[in-house]
């Protein structure tokens, strides 16, 4: 059975960093691409980032690039999402989720296992 569960969230203020965690266990860690998204109160689940299996270049949504990096250990199944300088928008769900894809995966639909998130909360 496949697990994947986050952690790391919480309640931070405006400036800070958090480090989120996914570890992942029932599945072929190092032949699955791993994304992350979040969703904000109100609104839809929107794409992160992503680091593929191949251990080509993390991929990252424009909006966060110079804030968020991605990683992954797979010795430890675990891919990780750092966040810095976090802002009041980055207040949401984070959600990891593993495919065995190489490409779309800014796209929900092409993962096939989720995690139930963490909730990152960002006060000003």
């Known amino acids: 059975q496949v697990q994947l569960v986050e952690s790391g969230g919480g309640l931070v203020q405006a400036g800070d960093s958090l480090r989120l965690s996914c570890a992942a266990s029932g599945l072929a860690f190092s032949g699955s691409s791993m994304g992350w998204f979040r969703q904000a109160p109100g609104k839809e689940r929107e794409f992160v980032g992503a680091i593929p299996w191949s251990g080509g270049t993390a991929l990252l949504t424009d909006s966060l690039k110079g804030r968020f990096t991605i990683s992954r250990d797979n010795a430890k199944q675990t891919i990780y999402l750092q966040m810095n300088s976090l802002q009041r928008e980055d207040t949401a769900v984070y959600y990891c989720?593993?495919?065995?894809?190489?490409?779309?995966?800014?796209?929900?639909?092409?993962?096939?296992?989720w995690g139930q998130g963490t909730r990152v909360t960002v006060s000003s």
């Open positions: 989720a593993a495919t065995t894809n190489l490409y779309g995966l800014d796209t929900r639909g092409v993962y096939a296992y």
